[in-house]
């Protein structure tokens, strides 16, 4: 079944650490997102990638990184975790020219302490 | 800023009555899509609606375009109070979001 899994689903560090969220699809989608949204607002885009190898930066300064080594893969690391930065984290992908828009996992709810 | 903007904010409304809201946006587009978002949770796609389309149905869901405007509305018919949620609209041509409109739906 073609889905897009991001884990963990929820998260509770120390301020400081460095943390990966993971996001992979199996629908071999070209695009992937990232979003932050806090409950009840809108999403903020801070990462996207057009295929492999691409990545770009967003509207949020969110001081994170991404990578796409691999089409189904999308990590999203940031090097040293703050409570502002405690959210929901939305992954997203689509096709090239978003035919058919855009598919969301279930998301990671971060809490930073 | 994003290119679908969702219009009311929030709407409160009993079971059984009609739910609108409406979308809209900036500039020419390939096709309009509506999502729903359960609290904490991804957003889920409920229906798309290509540029030469006016009107499509998918259940207890109706959704208009109307390019000359650049707006689209979202018509859930007799609601229930598992309707209860966040809907956004997007479009092919913007990856952003807005704060969509928060449906309560009482029982």
């Known amino acids: 079944e073609a889905d897009i899994y991001q884990t963990p689903r929820y998260l509770v560090i120390g301020t400081g650490k460095k943390i990966t969220l993971e996001c992979s699809q199996t629908?071999?989608?070209?695009?992937m997102y990232w979003y932050q949204q806090d409950p009840g607002m809108e999403l903020h885009l801070i990462h996207y990638s057009y295929g492999v190898n691409s990545t770009e930066k967003g509207d949020l300064s969110s001081e994170s990184t991404v990578s796409r080594i691999r089409t189904e893969h999308f990590p999203l690391t940031l090097e040293s975790a703050r409570p502002s930065h405690t959210s929901q984290y939305l992954c997203?992908?689509?096709?090239?020219?978003?035919?058919?828009?855009?598919?969301f996992g279930s998301g990671t709810r971060l809490t930073v302490v | 800023s994003q290119q679908g903007e969702e219009d009311p904010q929030a709407l409160s409304i009993q079971e059984g009555e009609n739910a609108t809201m409406n979308c809209s946006y900036k500039?020419?587009?390939?096709?309009l899509q509506w999502y729903r978002q359960n609290s904490g949770r991804g957003l889920v796609h409920l229906i798309l609606?290509?540029?030469?389309?006016r009107e499509k149905h998918s259940g207890r869901l109706r959704v208009t375009l109307d390019t000359s405007k650049k707006s689209s509305s979202l018509l859930i018919t007799a609601s229930r109070a598992a309707d209860t949620a966040s809907y956004f609209c997007?479009?092919?041509?913007?990856?952003?979001f807005g704060a969509g409109t928060r449906l309560t739906v009482k029982p």
């Open positions: 629908m071999g989608h070209d695009k």
């Open positions: 500039t020419s587009i390939n096709n």
């Open positions: 609606i290509r540029s030469n389309e």
């Open positions: 997203a992908s689509s096709e090239f020219w978003v035919n058919y828009g855009y598919t």
């Open positions: 997007a479009t092919d041509n913007d990856m952003r």
